[in-house]
């Protein structure tokens, strides 16, 4: 609950079953939920406020403004423009409202070691789940929601070491010191990016290409 806060209404764009919206809902968030897969969205109409039965890139307008947060979790990397998605959102949360995305991590020591061995096989989930359209790293991961227009607020990693028995808190102390090679995916949160900010940039573009 630390990413969106309580009492707050959202968006959970590829929502399933329902499952964080239920949790969601139990904290006090109203939640809207957008789902491709009927059976699932009907399951997760119990939970939220309102489910659209759709692919997410064929609505042009979403019928609702103002969301205090906006939910992709292992989503973007399904779609044929993730870009255009992120810059979309922008126009539908409140100032102050933050976006939410996790991106799995091809560069993980997982792929890297099939790869050295002339390995590169589609599965049924993880990171090479064969339904992955969009590949990502730790740099065009965070490139990706900064040029939608977002500043990143917060930064984190879910780790894959292949020392299992390590403990969980070392483990993650190591992969935070090389998340491009550890981590198995990459969770971020941004803000719209505001005026001052975007000046500011500009303003040091200017003087970069002086």
């Known amino acids: 609950m630390n990413l969106v ?11 399933a079953t329902g499952q964080l919206s239920r949790w969601l809902s139990e904290n ?16 997760a109409k119990k939970y939220c406020r309102d489910v659209l039965i759709s692919d997410i ?26 870009f255009a998605l992120l810059q979309k959102s922008t126009t539908y949360l409140k100032k102050g409202g933050s976006i939410v995305i996790s991106l799995p991590n091809v560069a993980n020591w ?4 099939n790869l050295s ?24 991961a965070k490139r990706l929601l ?13 780790p894959s070491l292949p020392l299992v028995k390590m403990r969980a808190k070392f483990m993650y102390i190591i992969s935070k010191l090389r998340p491009n090679f550890f981590a198995v995916q990459f969770l971020l949160v941004g803000r719209i990016k505001s005026l001052s900010f975007d000046l500011h940039n500009r303003k040091m573009d200017v003087l970069d290409e002086a």
């Not at 806060?5 to 929502?15: F, Y």
């Not at 993880?126 to 730790?138: Q, W």
């Open 28 to 43: 006090g968030c109203e939640v809207i939920g957008i789902e491709i897969n009927r059976e699932m969205a009907e399951i």
């Open 57 to 82: 890139e064929a609505i042009e307008d979403l019928p609702y403004l103002d969301f205090d947060f906006i939910l992709l979790l292992d989503v973007l990397e399904h779609l044929r423009n993730p």
């Open 5 to 15: 806060g309580m009492n707050k209404g959202g968006l959970e764009i590829g929502c």
């Open 110 to 113: 997982m792929v890297r070691w």
């Open 146 to 158: 900064v040029d939608a227009g977002f500043e990143i607020v917060k930064y984190d990693i879910i």
């Open 117 to 140: 061995f002339g390995r590169f096989e589609y599965s049924e989930r993880g990171i090479l789940d064969g339904t992955h359209l969009r590949f990502f790293n730790e740099k065009s």
